[in-house]
Structure formats: C-alpha cells, structure tokens
C-alpha cells in the first residue's frame, strides 16, 4: 500500500498525483481515473479528501464527472493568441491539430435593423449567414454566427463549407484579401441552442468574442464579416503577446 506523506495537504498531494497520471498519459482524454475507492486504498486516505482533490480539479478544468459512471480526464485545452489575424481552423493546425468544421445552418436573408446598423448595410442589402462548429477530436470546442454582405461575395451559397474555408473561398474566388479586425470579448452564459451545439451544460461559462473582420476590395477598405463566436472556457484559453 503506497501512502502519501504530510504535511502537504493530502487532498493537495492527490491533486498533483492526478495530473500527473494526465501529463504523463497514463489516462487519456476522456478515460475514467481511478474510482474513489481505489485511491482510497492506494494513498490510505479517506473518501472526504479525493473528493476534494477531484472537485478541484474539476474546477480548474482536468476532470469532467457523469453521474452514475465515474470520473473523466478532459480533453486538452488549446491556447490562441488574441492579436493574430487567423481563423480558428488555422491556428488549430498550427497547434497540431486535425479540427473539422460542421456547418449548422447557412441562408441568404433580410438583416434586422440593429445588423445592419452594426455592419453599414442599406435597408436593400442582404448577408450571407452560418452557423458553425468547430471540433477537435470530435468534441465541440466553439460555435460562431457569421453574417457577410452579400453584394460583394454572390452565390457564395453555393459552397460546400464543411469542406472549404470561408476566407479562402473570399481571397481566391471573389479576390478579397483579409486586411484587419477589431474584436471585443466578455464572459457569458449558454443559451439552449448554443448549449447543444457545444454538448455542454448551461451552467458552463463561455468567452464570446464579437469580431468586425475587413479585408480589400477592388482597392477599397470594406467591412466583409461580422461574427459572434462562443469558446468553450473548458477547452481553450488566449494570450496577449505584448511587444515594445
């Protein structure tokens, strides 16, 4: 029987023993750890402190619980960089990884007042609307809303964008090159249709990021999106890289 020593904390010895299992993959990404009972026994500690240990690690992100089944190791977090100008998809094959881009829903429509207010449209303008969800091992890790004019990108419709990317369809078909964006981010609430697009719970707190993406037409500035993207707090974070 191993046990572990004082005077550290024993929930806080289990803690680090835990996440060392993770980082060392031991358990992998939505593996279940160790029952209760068994580090129990293994550390000679008591019920009350791994369920400490856990609940704080499901707090801080390395563990997920279904009830009724146990105890999970969640999926890696990714990181991105605030002030880069590059898709989500990109710096997500950056990173290493594979993502998939699944197109919910995709419509030629009137926008509301406020939209278009938001975007200088004229009352005759329409915008080419999405919405997506990116994944990274077939979990979903955010959903955005895009809104594009539409007289500057017809039949854009007639993609297939679970296969192609949106900016990339803009630079090679309609010769428009992503020049800049301004973005506000705040900390926000699920509701039940963003909740089941991202498999999530509506007590899980999203970051929501409102971008104004311009780019270059025909030697002009335009504004060519507007988005409204949700990331799970679970699975990403981001960084200012501040330069002098």
Not at 28 to 35: G, H, K, R, W
Not at 144 to 173: A, D, G, R, W
């Amino acid at each position: 029987m191993k046990s572990i020593d004082t005077p550290i904390p024993l929930y806080y010895k289990l803690k680090q023993e835990i996440i060392k299992m993770i980082e060392n993959e031991e358990v992998n990404a939505d593996e279940l750890i160790p029952s209760e009972r068994e580090m129990m026994e293994k550390y000679d500690i008591s019920r009350t402190t791994v369920r400490k240990a856990i609940d704080i690690l499901v707090n801080e992100g390395y563990l997920y619980k279904i009830h009724g089944k146990g105890t999970y190791v969640k999926g890696k977090k990714f990181s991105q960089g605030l002030l880069k100008l590059t898709s989500c998809k990109e710096m997500l094959r950056s990173k290493g990884f594979d993502p998939i881009s699944k197109v919910i829903k995709y419509d030629v429509l009137t926008p509301s007042k406020r939209l278009s207010h938001q975007m200088n449209l004229t009352p005759k303008d329409k915008v080419f609307y999405t919405e997506r969800v990116n994944l990274i091992e077939g979990s979903p890790i955010n959903y955005t809303k895009s809104y594009i004019p539409y007289k500057y990108v017809p039949s854009i419709e007639n993609f297939n964008f679970n296969k192609s990317s949106i900016y990339k369809t803009l630079s090679t078909v309609y010769k428009i090159d992503i020049i800049g964006s301004n973005r506000t981010v705040e900390a926000v609430l699920p509701d039940e249709v963003i909740a089941k697009a991202l498999d999530i719970n509506l007590n899980l707190p999203l970051l929501k990021f409102n971008g104004w993406v311009y780019g270059e037409h025909n030697s002009s500035k335009i504004l060519i999106e507007y988005f409204k993207t949700f990331y799970r707090s679970d699975r990403s974070k981001f960084y200012i890289d501040f330069v002098e």
